[in-house]
């Protein structure tokens, strides 16, 4: 697994944190209210067993790539929270180059992992 699969997952784990629980509350305003009560309404009419089961989230890790995220150059920062959360849009960017962020921005965290600002 290279440095950039690593660091992708925990994007991933942090998309798992960033929008749903008690953090949701802190990045509500990235979204409109009744989007984010429709995202956590789950009806009790509809059962679907093929859901996979998500990974559990790691909170210390997806807190120490929050700040991570936010250290980083704005462009690569945008796309990270544009891919992930939706927010902020980056309207007219092609899809390749916001990937291409990412994936540097992935790089970058996983360089600098022992690095973190408090």
Not at 11 to 25: H, L, M, P, Y
Not at 57 to 82: G, S, T, Y
Request: charged share 20%.
């Amino acid at each position: 697994m290279t440095e950039t699969q690593i660091g992708l997952m925990r994007f991933e784990n942090w998309q798992r944190w960033a929008c749903g629980g008690e953090q949701s509350i802190i990045m509500a305003h990235y979204y409109p209210p009744r989007a984010a009560m429709a995202g956590q309404h789950v009806s009790s009419e509809v059962w679907d067993d093929d859901i996979d089961a998500l990974m559990p989230i790691d909170e210390c890790d997806a807190q120490i790539v929050e700040k991570m995220i936010v250290n980083l150059p704005c462009h690569l920062c945008h796309a990270v929270r544009f891919k992930y959360t939706g927010r902020p849009r980056h309207i007219g960017m092609p899809w390749h180059v916001i990937n291409e962020w990412v994936n540097q921005a992935a790089r970058e965290i996983m360089a600098r992992k022992f690095h973190v600002i408090p």
